[in-house]
């Protein structure tokens, strides 16, 4: 076994228990996981996540915004107490001499970071990349430990509610352009949270750990969340009753207007506030035509700590069931809203910079369009390959490599054979087996008559056409299709 | 002080020193670089690197690659013993329980470690990402600890050369298509070195490491190489000033026949399959078109471990120093080569997969051109905003609001101030700022007239034209521009 010496043992039991470890969910057969909880992206994975990042993202240019980047890593301490109860997930490098780093949680904080340290008081941007969470592995519906985001964020000092209202249009822009269904948008406001917390006689000090149950809603029945809150977390049952009644409301503006003449709520100042920006967003929203998509529900609540006013989080209401097809439950596709205090935060006289944004669950989103197509049978193509060069010939390898620099050299997607004399059965099955749709075939006869024979892979239809006008031809064939 | 509390003491100093510490070289004013050794991309840098990158992207696409992804981190194991001398470079994740990881060091071995696990035994790929090395912050010229390639890989058991060659001519179309000037791609053979190595008399023990010093001819001159190679790695004199003669040579296709007849690197087998394969590739390389730029250059080493055969490093033969230019000295800015032993480092029975590639040094690239950008005072657009949505008149907000959802809606980029009365000048400066070439204007007389003015920021003249027809004809202006 020479192998041995290449490779050290301990990297023989982890290869091998890689290799026995039954393939993960939702990557049966072609992509075995590598590191626990993680995935290696296949082709077929890729062109349907460019796709649908395609979108995305021209949505968020259509709104003015510019792209930035942030290291993989910060410094822990930045990412130290952001993101409340989930702050364990977080990776930490090694400490390998020098700073102690953590990988990005998130894409936010490091956003905050950047506008902080380069005293940027206005920018909206979009972010995509990678973020890292060590949550234990549930690799089905696209829970991974490393994970794409899609972040969009405005940051400034504007008029109330005016780009908060934009987010929501960009949500919904995004989600109907992906036609993945009916979807509802809730909104909520963190004051009201709040309000509503102290006005049922949640002690302030218990605030965001009450918060981060009532988050749970969309996963766990009322009556599990309330035994967390009163058990686990020390609630007194009357007041968690209290709250019980009201995350049961969900409607339109007209549970705004019901809300702000609440015997209890209409005597929480920061519930009024946040009572009154939801009000003017829902007018807006009507401007914006997306009104209806939009549910204000009291029982949302988002976990993560730095959230200070609307936030909000898209459902999609039900997948089409279509015959075959499993049904999905892929919790919300998309959340946001507004924290005003994170660039204090890192802000040595803490000034502070508003901001509003919004994440677009992609992950989840891969997910779903990846097993719609899986029901319908769809494939996609994994290359863009216009033209294949082929020849029927043995001793054609030097023709075939001047041809194939032509159509290279004009800007034309091209491949051929890595063969010397390849059969030409063998050829044109690796058109069809790719979707390659043209083929341009050179032999003796060719050359000699100074033409290049054009072959439609689809109608197996044939012609010559001289040599001098072959990349015209293709580009005008090209252009048609 | 409340901000204290939010923020852990430790974190103040971390980020105290960042705000005190200057500015580093390549980011001097805008960015300022957050842990060491990293930096953020700011939209203009985005901007640039995306419009490269879509060269790049575009190429390897013409040339028929899938596009995949691997997971930023890999079982540390995966990397161990791959890359010589510079192992102690990589980034380990610190040990939460679980799998020891370390973040990827490039993009090759976790694409081998890919094609073994999933016993792929033909494939064509390209991949963009983030690589991490744990080097001494040079952060001048474009060297980061958090870096990105773009590399594109063969990977199969094809005839000889000819993958190989359209990795060169991928290089070259590269390098032409981003004008970065004239340029020179090195080749030689792995085993013609190893050859080399051998009828000079270095003992097979020191192949590597000797490997490791001729790499660094091209930063180091040769009196150094040989000091370090007697000195610190043991090779007798004698040796040294053999390999020096040998290094010394490089040419084109006569330099191969030269070599065929070379009294003690002929009596060399392996020597002589190297030499035999650079005259094929000669040979494909002329009918590519490029044989003129690519140059037999026997001190050209690569200090990577896994290379077998041909290795190739462009490099730019002088950067144009205008006016006021700085010379730069950026060194290699695209390399690869022939590995075909290391899929089979992954796999269980050693089964062997041939693969070649290159990688474009995407980050020196960058770095070229944006000091070629600011020595000719060019600036980009960080947005693509067609239109902007204005109004002279206070409370025309809902308006405005409609106005740019009718714009959306129909898929044009437009942009609004979030504000409920900003004055035109403004709004129009804003415009003039940015780059949005087109504004539409609503005022009470338009909108009683049920017209909107159209308004060219370059010429400044405006036209009314009927409400009705604005999406048509903004969209006719935007296709004449």
């Known amino acids: 076994m020479p192998l041995l010496r290449l490779l050290p043992r301990r990297a023989w039991a982890a290869l091998l228990s890689q290799l026995l470890r039954p393939p993960c969910a939702s990557c049966a057969g072609a992509v075995r996981c590598q590191s626990q909880g993680t995935r290696d992206l296949s082709p077929q994975h890729m062109v349907v996540r460019e796709k649908i990042l395609d979108l995305v993202i021209s949505c968020f240019k259509r709104h003015g915004a510019k792209v930035m980047d942030t290291p993989a890593f ?32 998130d894409l936010t904080v490091p956003f905050a970071r950047y506008l902080a340290m380069n005293k940027v008081k206005k920018m909206k941007r979009y972010h995509v990349g ?55 948008i809730k909104v909520n406001d963190r004051r009201i949270v709040d309000g509503m917390f102290a006005v049922c006689g949640v002690p302030e000090s218990k605030f965001r750990a009450i918060c981060s149950s009532i988050d749970k809603l969309d996963k766990m029945a009322w009556k599990d969340v309330r035994h967390e809150m009163v058990a686990k977390k020390g609630l007194a049952p009357e007041v968690a009753d209290r709250i019980g009644d009201y995350v049961q409301c969900h409607g339109g503006v007209s549970l705004v207007e019901q809300m702000f003449q609440d015997p ?25 035509g997306i009104a209806e998509k939009i549910s204000f529900d009291l029982s949302l609540a988002r976990g993560l700590d730095y959230y200070t006013g609307v936030i909000y989080e898209a459902v999609l209401l039900q997948t089409p069931t279509q015959a075959g097809e499993e049904p999905l439950n892929v919790g919300s596709v998309a959340a946001g809203g507004r924290y005003d205090g994170l660039v204090g935060m890192f802000d040595p006289k803490g000034h502070k910079v508003p901001c509003v944004g919004l994440s677009i669950g992609v992950e989840r989103i891969f997910y779903i369009v990846e097993q719609r197509m899986k029901t319908k049978g769809e494939k996609v193509r994994t290359t863009e390959t216009q033209v294949f060069v082929a020849t029927p010939q043995k001793n054609f390898l030097q023709e075939r490599l001047k041809l194939i620099t032509e159509l290279w050299d004009a800007g034309i997607k091209a491949e051929m054979l890595y063969k010397n004399n390849p059969k030409l059965l063998t050829q044109l099955h690796y058109c069809e087996s790719t979707g390659i749709p043209l083929v341009v075939i050179i032999g003796e006869q060719e050359l000699k008559e100074g033409v290049i024979k054009i072959r439609s892979v689809a109608s197996r239809e044939e012609v010559a056409i001289k040599r001098e006008n072959l990349v015209a031809e293709i580009q005008k064939r090209l252009s048609e299709s």
Do not use: H
């Open 74 to 105: 910060e410094l822990k301490e930045i990412l130290t107490e952001k993101y409340g109860e989930d702050s364990g997930l977080m990776y930490d490098l090694k400490d390998q001499g020098g700073e102690l780093l953590s990988l990005r949680y």
């Open 130 to 184: 990678k973020v890292w969470r060590r949550e234990s592995p549930t690799i089905v519906q696209g829970r991974y430990r490393e994970f794409c985001q899609c972040d969009f964020d405005i940051a400034g000092q504007f008029d109330p509610m005016i780009p908060d209202a934009e987010c929501l249009k960009i949500m919904c822009e995004i989600l109907s352009g992906l036609q993945l269904g009916d979807f509802l």
């Open 264 to 288: 209890r709520l209409s005597q929480n100042k920061q519930a009024l506030e946040g009572l009154g920006d939801l009000k003017l967003l829902f007018e807006y929203l009507t401007l914006f």
